[in-house]
């Protein structure tokens, strides 16, 4: 069904549907998500979120200095994340700028990562500040050069002039072009969308146009993933969930620094959106210190010292 | 197709070292530990493990208890400046923070509830009312209650077993802010946060006698009630006790203040932000497992939305953990005592004779202990036992109403009057409502918070006057008329 | 048997949680009653006054948005650590006043107690200042008092730490920041003073401490366009006249007061009265 019975595709529809959504009271949020990370992750739990949450890592570099120098050992990196514990998993895909997608898929598979995707930022990512050609050229460069995963930023300027059709418009466009070959990620920048109902419009919006994801941010921007957002999105994929039996995947990504933030967010999407959601295909954290927090907790879990950051790769 | 996994938290229990429990315990009085005669074993009611075994008062344990009182108070409390009044406060309060862990987890092994609500709810609270109260005893005059407003003499204090420690906060802080002595008997069930605060009243060198802690039943409470040596009497407990203290001081001169129970409704409206309600649904009922005098125990759903919300909240309720109170991921615990789990038992039973539908979050209930799984009962209407009578326990009674004012109406239509909640995002509609609801304390958008500064008690059949605040200041002044 | 050399303090300013050194190099001379030399703590310039302002108003939202028990609790605080470092501050006012040990001691104890007293307003001065208006229609209509900003004091000569404690703490009570000018005689007590709010929990530029000449600050205060109300109790009521004047450039709200009273903290609060309809 287009759009999942959910709009017609015109403006008229979408603005009916975006305006039936119920509020979310930010008060209220915030206290939910507050209480939901003081669960008490120990031991055996524990030692299962941090693997898991290695899983779920999206590895990235998303800086005008990349070369591929800095990609490669990205990539070598997000393969073997210790290279002294072949226990380790790997993370689940490498996020970086679409010129540099070439290089980053070479180098995975010399190295034996052909089952780590790479991911593309597109759609003149940060900003979103381009025309619409140029954010399609920008897609399709990405995939033809092997990126399995498209991570597009939304129009924030026509979302906040409450100009949703063209946000949606430009998800569907964008979805096209992904086909069977990208899964697409669509990334919301909820700093600067500021309120949680916008947040929930935006998730809605996103969902219905065909987004495989729901990212929060380009982590160019604070605040980026706080607890409350992932919380009001998490809750929305449930929703969704349960008027079309599709599940939608999450990506909180930017903030989220260490072992405990990771967990936390592990927490929300298990009380949350359901434990069905506790895989890399359905929840990923961009992040790119967090990896070696994640691993030094890791080892002190194994050994039990508290690890130091000579005992961890730099990638 | 995917594995689904499950997400299994390892318990996270609290240590039960940083507590020492003696195995019997006497009285506070005069400043000191004095032996009890006669003892009843209190338990652990998550285990039914014997913790200590407490003292029960006679008659010459109150008489001395309220000599004590009265001494302090002539000879050395009524006598002192408010400033330094309020010094002996905030040093009680200091401390109650620094041994913040050490009540936290007494408080759950005595009462049942889950450590995380002791640690972050209970002895937090417990220990702002004192500060708060603290920078009252020099300030009375400002409190709008007159410009030298004078205290009753001596208190006597009967508290419930739902908050022992944060009831304890509530009536000893305001009555030695405004200068009176105190002579308070904690709950049968849950005695040994308030022996604890004893040895903090040590710490902070309260002159001996301004606090006395006599432990006992439903008799040594009796006894304090009618003790003439009390200038004043307050009480936090059920309606029907209410009553009866009610009648027993009438014909003398003491000043009463009751803080009883509830049925509070929990409206939500069609507009509401329907996550955050479903959170203050069971916020309102399965806090504290319902032992609360305000719970929000009738849910009124708009019509409209009731499926909807009625889904959404079982699904929430899934996700509860029952369990072992110390373990740091409870949400709901125990049941303070086998008498109050008979109470729920009985009452629910009613409810399904009565028509409603029962329904139970499935959850695995510990063997020993007493407990009882986070329940709904759907079609329920006023004329229902349910829908009238204070269950006191984790069971939530939904009824539906179609406009606005039917919501008022029966919110309205009860005997109690402590608190409601209303749920909407339309500002006017909060306020409208707000003023139409009888409580004396009204959630909009919110539940169960409390705060020092937030006056706190009901109308009707919910109690006399208030406990909190600037209002809350005038139960524990003489010549302010109330009830 | 030689005697023992003491290690002399260095009195320097202090602007946002930090011990800087005027930026002028400017110093002046403290002598004690028996004319002789103490210290030469600095003489604060225009720059100096600008460094504190802005940091004293980077600082303000933060500290209006703490809760009221949260301040409550720092100003305690504050009075904890004083308690515990009574000797210092009775020595410094013997040794600078002349003072005996029981006047000293007394104003050491009257701090202290006088700080307890305001940590104890925080949350209940809008429980008094505070209302619900019964306005003539369908309108829930309530005041509620709230901070100003920033405000600058000047505190008296003498008593030279109770008065400054006098000025500090109503204006923080409400949720504004400070920057004030310590007794020019008798600076030592307020740069202690400013160790012991180092030390208690208050966040960096809540309090800005000065030394310096009254008649080069003053009047830089009263024409600084961002700072919105000014404590003159401390400067002689002969310049209050030319002090308004300037003030009135921005309509700074300017009190001089005579003693401690919850007016002095309703003195820098606006009180905001809001509408709202009650209906369906």
């Given at each position: ?315 | ?24 315990y006497g009285h506070f009085i005069g400043g000191k530990f004095v032996?009890g ?5 209190t ?11 407490i003292a029960l008062a006679g008659?010459?344990d109150v008489d001395a208890a309220v000599k004590a009182a009265r001494k302090a108070y002539?000879?050395?409390w ?7 009044r309020?010094?002996y406060l905030?040093?009680i309060a200091?401390?109650m ?6 009540f936290?987890?007494l408080e759950?092994?005595d009462n ?10 209970d002895?937090?609270?417990a220990a702002?009312h004192f500060?708060?109260h ?17 205290a009753h003499g001596v208190a006597g204090q009967i508290i419930p077993w739902n908050f022992p420690l944060l009831m304890l906060a509530w009536k000893v802080a305001p009555a030695l802010a405004a200068g009176n002595t105190v002579v308070l008997k904690p709950a049968e069930t849950t005695s040994l946060t308030a022996l604890l605060f004893a040895e903090v009243c040590q710490?902070a060198?309260l002159p001996a006698g301004v606090v006395n802690i006599v432990t006992g039943d439903g008799t040594t409470g009796a006894m304090i009630v009618n003790h003439?040596g009390i200038d004043k009497i307050a009480f936090t407990g059920?309606?029907?006790v209410g009553?009866?203290i009610?009648?027993?001081v009438?014909?003398?001169?003491k000043s009463v203040t009751l803080e ?205 006057g208030?406990e909190?605040?600037?209002?809350g200041?005038?139960a524990y ?7 | ?280």
């Amino acid at each position: 069904m287009k759009f999942y019975g959910l709009v017609d595709g015109s403006d008229a529809s979408l603005k009916k549907y975006l305006g039936s959504l119920s509020g979310v009271d930010q008060v209220g949020a915030d206290a939910r998500a507050a209480m939901l990370a003081t669960r008490s992750i120990k031991t055996t739990s524990k030692r299962w979120a941090i693997d898991t949450a290695i899983s779920m890592v999206d590895l990235t570099t998303l800086e005008g200095a990349d070369t591929p120098g800095k990609v490669q050992a990205l990539c070598t990196k997000a393969v073997r994340p210790d290279p002294t514990d072949p226990s380790v998993p790997s993370v689940g895909a490498v996020c970086v700028y679409n010129d540099m997608v070439e290089i980053a898929r070479r180098h995975l598979d010399l190295i034996g990562g052909s089952h780590v995707g790479v991911a593309a930022v597109s759609t003149a990512f940060p900003s979103g500040r381009a025309s619409m050609p140029v954010k399609i050229q920008d897609t399709k460069d990405a995939i033809d050069a092997g990126a399995s995963e498209i991570d597009m930023v939304i129009d924030r300027g026509a979302f906040l002039s409450g100009r949703y059709i063209e946000v949606f418009n430009e998800i569907v466009a964008i979805r096209e072009i992904c086909g069977t070959k990208a899964h697409l990620k669509v990334i919301f920048e909820t700093g600067e969308l500021v309120t949680y109902d916008n947040v929930r419009k935006a998730s809605f919006l996103a969902m219905a146009a065909g987004a495989d994801f729901i990212k929060t941010s380009t982590g160019k921007v604070t605040p980026a993933a706080t607890a409350p957002v992932v919380l009001v999105m998490l809750e929305a994929v449930r929703d969704f969930y349960s008027m079309t039996k599709i599940r939608i995947g999450v990506k909180p990504a930017g903030g989220i620094r260490n072992t405990k933030d990771a967990i936390k967010q592990l927490v929300l999407v298990n009380e949350t959106a359901g434990p069905e959601w506790l895989t890399p295909s359905l929840f990923r954290i961009g992040a790119s210190a967090l990896l070696n927090d994640l691993l030094m907790q890791r080892m002190k879990m194994d050994d039990g010292y508290y690890a130091s950051p000579q005992y961890v790769t730099l990638d | 197709m995917e594995e689904i996994v499950s997400f299994e938290y390892a318990p996270a229990p609290e240590s039960r070292a940083v507590v020492t429990i003696k195995p019997k315990y006497g009285h506070f009085i005069g400043g000191k530990f004095v032996a009890g005669t006669k003892h009843f074993p209190t338990i652990n009611p998550a285990t039914e493990e014997i913790l200590s075994h407490i003292a029960l008062a006679g008659k010459a344990d109150v008489d001395a208890a309220v000599k004590a009182a009265r001494k302090a108070y002539t000879t050395t409390w009524s006598k002192m400046s408010g400033k330094e009044r309020g010094k002996y406060l905030f040093r009680i309060a200091r401390i109650m923070q620094e041994r913040a862990r050490e009540f936290a987890v007494l408080e759950t092994l005595d009462n049942g509830k889950p450590i995380r609500e002791s640690r972050d709810v209970d002895v937090p609270l417990a220990a702002a009312h004192f500060f708060y109260h603290a920078g009252w005893a020099d300030k009375l005059e400002f409190a709008g209650l007159g410009t030298t407003p004078k205290a009753h003499g001596v208190a006597g204090q009967i508290i419930p077993w739902n908050f022992p420690l944060l009831m304890l906060a509530w009536k000893v802080a305001p009555a030695l802010a405004a200068g009176n002595t105190v002579v308070l008997k904690p709950a049968e069930t849950t005695s040994l946060t308030a022996l604890l605060f004893a040895e903090v009243c040590q710490q902070a060198e309260l002159p001996a006698g301004v606090v006395n802690i006599v432990t006992g039943d439903g008799t040594t409470g009796a006894m304090i009630v009618n003790h003439p040596g009390i200038d004043k009497i307050a009480f936090t407990g059920s309606t029907e006790v209410g009553k009866i203290i009610a009648r027993t001081v009438a014909p003398t001169h003491k000043s009463v203040t009751l803080e009883l129970g509830g049925k509070a409704a929990n409206i939500v409206f069609e507009d509401a932000a329907i996550d955050e309600a479903v959170e203050g649904i069971v916020n309102g009922i399965f806090f504290n497992q319902g032992h609360v005098c305000c719970a929000g125990s009738r849910l009124l759903l708009q019509e409209n939305i009731a499926e909807e919300v009625l889904e959404k909240l079982k699904s929430r309720m899934s996700k509860i953990r029952v369990g072992d109170p110390m373990d740091k991921n409870t949400d709901l615990g125990a049941i303070n005592s086998k008498e109050q789990l008979l109470k729920i038992t009985e009452l629910s039973s009613v409810g399904d004779s009565e028509g409603g539908q029962r329904w139970s979050a499935p959850c695995e209930l510990p063997s020993k202990g007493f407990w009882f799984a986070p329940t709904i009962f759907t079609g329920v209407t006023q004329s229902h036992r349910i829908a009238r009578e204070e269950i006191f326990g984790p069971v939530l009674s939904v009824l539906t109403f179609r406009t606005p004012q039917e919501a008022i109406d029966k919110a309205n239509n009860t005997p109690f009057g402590l608190s409601a909640g209303i749920w909407s995002e339309k500002g006017s509609k909060v306020l409208w409502a707000s003023q139409q609801l009888r409580a004396g304390v009204i959630w909009a958008n919110t539940f169960n918070k409390f705060d020092p500064t937030s006056p706190f008690g009901g109308y009707k059949e919910s109690g006399w006057g208030r406990e909190g605040g600037r209002h809350g200041l005038s139960a524990y002044l003489k010549g302010v008329s109330h009830e | 048997m030689s005697n023992r050399i003491d290690v002399k303090k260095t009195y320097k300013l202090f602007i946002n949680g930090a011990f800087p050194r005027s930026e002028s190099g400017r110093t002046y001379e403290v002598k004690n009653a028996k004319g002789v030399f103490i210290a030469n703590p600095c003489l604060a310039s225009r720059k100096d006054l600008k460094d504190a302002v802005v940091a004293a108003r980077a600082a303000q939202p933060g500290w209006n948005k703490a809760t009221a028990y949260n301040k409550g609790q720092i100003l305690y605080r504050i009075a904890e650590m004083l308690e515990g470092r009574r000797a210092q501050f009775v020595d410094e006012i013997i040794s600078v006043t002349g003072a005996t040990k029981a006047k000293a001691e007394k104003e050491v104890t009257d701090s202290v107690d006088r700080l307890v007293w305001y940590a104890g307003w925080t949350d209940k001065i809008s429980s008094l200042s505070g209302a619900l208006n019964p306005v003539a229609g369908p309108y829930y209509n309530f005041t509620i008092p709230e901070s100003m900003g920033v405000i600058a004091a000047i505190a008296p000569e003498n008593p030279s730490l109770l008065g400054l404690i006098d000025s500090i703490a109503p204006i923080i009570v409400g949720g504004n920041t400070v920057v004030i000018l310590a007794s020019t005689k008798a600076p030592l007590s307020a740069m202690s003073f400013a160790e012991v709010i180092a030390t208690s929990d208050v966040p960096a530029g809540v309090i800005n401490i000065l030394t310096g000449k009254k008649e080069e600050i003053a009047p830089w205060i009263a024409s600084h366009m961002d700072i919105d109300g000014f404590d003159i109790s401390g400067l002689n009521s002969k310049s209050h006249g030319e002090i308004r004047i300037a003030g009135a450039e921005n309509l700074k709200r300017i009190y001089a007061f005579k003693s401690a009273d919850p007016g002095r903290i309703l003195a820098f609060l606006e009180h905001k009265t809001v509408w709202h309809p009650i209906g369906l």
